[in-house]
């Protein structure tokens, strides 16, 4: 399991392998902040278009921006 901190920045890459804690298809690919945490999840914010929207995504769909 990946460990973030609280301003990581992350790209949704989703495990289809693993459907707990999977964000919809249509965020795929996205790039944003680690905003803290819900229980074994990680709530990330990102914007869609205009919009500001926060996630809940499990570790397994998150890989950390090199």
Same mark, same amino acid.
């Given at each position: 399991? &990946? &460990?973030?901190?609280?301003?990581?920045? @992350?790209?949704? @890459? =989703?495990? $289809?392998?693993?459907? %707990?804690?999977?964000?919809?298809?249509?965020?795929?690919?996205?790039?944003? %902040?680690?905003?803290?945490? &819900?229980?074994? $999840?990680?709530?990330? $914010?990102?914007?869609?278009?205009? %919009?500001?929207? =926060?996630? @809940?995504?499990r $570790?397994?769909?998150?890989?950390? @921006?090199?």
């Open positions: 399991m &990946q &460990q973030f901190e609280e301003g990581d920045s @992350v790209n949704i @890459v =989703i495990d $289809s392998a693993i459907h %707990k804690g999977m964000p919809h298809i249509r965020f795929q690919g996205y790039t944003g %902040k680690i905003e803290g945490r &819900q229980g074994g $999840s990680y709530l990330v $914010s990102i914007n869609d278009g205009k %919009k500001h929207k =926060i996630l @809940v995504i $570790s397994e769909h998150l890989r950390r @921006v090199r």
